[in-house]
T-cell receptor, first 111, second 113 residues
Framework: DTAVSQTPKYLVTQMGNDKSIKCEQNLGHDTMYWYKQDSKKFLKIMFS???????INETVPNRFSPKSPDKAHLNLHINSLELGDSAVYFC??????????FGPGTRLTVT | DAKTTQPPSMDCAEGRAANLPCNHSTISGNEYVYWYRQIHSQGPQYIIHGLKNNETNEMASLIITEDRKSSTLILPHATLRDTAVYYCIVRVHGSSNTGKLIFGQGTTLQVKP
C-alpha cells in the first residue's frame, strides 16, 4: 500500500491557469508538508500543517494556498500559474518524533 | 539554511563500501542526524538517523563522531542502484517547527561497474 500518494503525477498547463495537486497519507501522521524542487534540484520546504493547522509558511507567494480538510490530506492549490512555478512538488508526512515519508512527486510544467 | 556540508560528488566501485561524509559543526544537543537519498527525481527515501550512537540498519550504517560535529554514512556493498543524491540533514524532534527537514545540496554518488 502506498504510504504517501500524490495526484496527478504530471501536470502540464498554461500560464495564468489555476491548478491543484492532491496529497494523501495513510500512515496516521499528524503533520504534512509540501516541498518544491526546482530545476537546480534544490529541495525547499513550502508549508507544514499539523492537525490541519498551518505551522510553517516559508514565504511562499499567496498564489499558493494549501488546504487540509483532515489530517490525512494536504492539497496544494496554485492560482495564476507562472513559468517559474515549473518544478517537482513533493508532499511528505511525519509524526512528531518520526521520520518524514515523501510522496512520489508531481512534475508541474507551465508553458 | 542547511546546517550541513557535504562534498558535491563521489564515485564508488560496485561491490565496494561507499563512505559519505557530512559536517554539522553547529549541531545542537537535541538535533538528530538524518540521511535521505533521492534516486533520479523520485521522492526522497529515508535511510537512517541517529543522535550520538552509531546506528546500523538493513540499508546502511551511520557513524557519528564523539563531538557530533561530523558523521559518515556507510553503504557496505554499493550497487548500481545506489546511484543517487544523498542528503545529510539535522533535525529536531518534536519542536514547534515539527519535523521540518532542511535539505542542502547533497552528495551525488555515482556507483560504477
Amino acid at each position: 500500500d502506498t504510504a504517501v500518494s500524490q495526484t496527478p503525477k504530471y501536470l502540464v498547463t498554461q500560464m495564468g491557469n489555476d491548478k491543484s495537486i492532491k496529497c494523501e497519507q495513510n500512515l496516521g501522521h499528524d503533520t504534512m508538508y509540501w516541498y518544491k524542487q526546482d530545476s537546480k534540484k534544490f529541495l525547499k520546504i513550502m508549508f507544514s500543517y499539523n492537525n490541519k493547522e498551518l505551522i510553517i509558511n516559508e514565504t511562499v507567494p499567496n498564489r499558493f494556498s494549501p488546504k487540509s480538510p483532515d489530517k490525512a490530506h494536504l492539497n496544494l492549490h496554485i492560482n495564476s500559474l507562472e513559468l517559474g512555478d515549473s518544478a517537482v512538488y513533493f508532499c511528505a508526512s511525519s509524526s512528531l518524533q518520526g521520520r518524514p515519508a515523501f510522496g512520489p512527486g508531481t512534475r508541474l510544467t507551465v508553458t | 539554511d542547511a546546517k550541513t556540508t557535504q562534498p558535491p560528488s563521489m564515485d564508488c566501485a560496485e561491490g565496494r563500501a561507499a563512505n559519505l561524509p557530512c559536517n554539522h559543526s553547529t549541531i545542537s544537543g537535541n538535533e538528530y542526524v538524518y540521511w535521505y537519498r533521492q534516486i533520479h527525481s523520485q521522492g526522497p527515501q529515508y535511510i537512517i538517523h541517529g543522535l550520538k550512537n552509531n546506528e546500523t540498519n538493513e540499508m546502511a550504517s551511520l557513524i557519528i563522531t564523539e563531538d557530533r560535529k561530523s558523521s559518515t554514512l556507510i553503504l557496505p556493498h554499493a550497487t548500481l542502484r545506489d546511484t543517487a543524491v544523498y542528503y545529510c540533514i539535522v533535525r529536531v524532534h518534536g519542536s514547534s517547527n515539527t519535523g521540518k527537514l532542511i535539505f542542502g545540496q547533497g552528495t551525488t554518488l555515482q556507483v560504477k561497474p
